[in-house]
């Protein structure tokens, strides 16, 4: 079995409009909320054995302090130019391109294309994956090819604001 971790980017700052989009930072709840979702990420007992993200300056950000967060190391983060603003099937191409060795993968990326992803592989979960949110998977099968969508289970449905059960 495989897992699949989809993380939204925390929360970002349209302050300085001089920025580009990929550079905007993180805003303050952004970076309050990327350490709390990297613990709770850890309590849930995610660990990836693979975390690729989108370039852009939030979703790198919120990567590496959710690795610091779970104990990942920074050196082994990759940088994925393709997930920025990625499609559905732009995602499924990067999914499937990784090494079947990997079991466990973690994605950084952006709205509307993660929640794309989530509901292609938990279908009708969610209209909105929101800032920081997390979805994690276990897929019934032995290899990244999600052209034809997957047998899953649902392990992880989290977010910021979400009230402990």
Known sequence: MKTLTIVRHAKSSWKDASLSDRERPLNRRGTRDAPVMGRRIKAHGIRPSLII????VRAWTTAKVVAAEIGYPREFLQREPGLYLASLDQILDIIIAQDDGFNSLMLFGHNPGLTDLVNYVQP???????????V???LHQENWNLYE???TELLVHDWPKKLPR
């Open 149 to 151: 969508q997957p047998a």
């Open 53 to 56: 993200s989108s370039p852009a």
């Open 124 to 134: 009708g979960l969610t209209i909105n994956l929101p800032t920081a949110g997390v």
């Open 136 to 138: 994690s998977v276990g």
